[in-house]
């Protein structure tokens, strides 16, 4: 009788090994890490961040405009599946130059860490500070119509 017990206890012990490893496998993966900001995704739109940065644009960018111009944000690149990494392109009428952004939250306000600065090249932009941590991820672009005085999806 006591060799019929032996292989069923150990089907059993291997059904609630499997199922432990599986449970504890699903939990690691839904736990996500403290540094991800949810409010960004999830209640800041793109709007709002990209009326924001018209304004702080001059603040942001890692080099001055010339002959006492002023920066003007001409298209924003949304990382498609983020609402809170972005490149930003800008001008001053003389230069133009380029930001990866990573927005946040600071103190109740939105904040902005410039991770790349780009300066346009021959046929594309030339990284000259940072990390281009989404070189290849499909964009959103964004430009502004003074029409409608709004920022428009164009793809």
Known sequence: MKRIYFPIIIIVLILISGGVYYFLK????????????????????????MEDCMVKISEMSPVKPVLGG???INRFWFIKSSNKDFYIEYEDGHIMGQILVE???????????????????????????GEDKF?????????????????????
């Open 26 to 49: 699903n939990k690691e993966q839904s736990v996500q890490p403290a540094n991800i900001l949810p409010i960004i995704k999830n209640e800041i739109s793109r709007e709002e961040i």
């Open 70 to 72: 002023k920066w003007h």
């Open 135 to 155: 070189r290849g991820e499909i964009l959103d672009l964004y430009e502004h119509s003074e029409e409608l005085n709004q920022w428009i999806k164009k793809n």
């Open 103 to 129: 927005a946040g939250k600071k103190d109740g306000k939105l904040d902005y860490e410039v991770v790349a600065y780009f300066e346009p090249g021959e046929n594309d932009w030339i990284l000259k500070q």
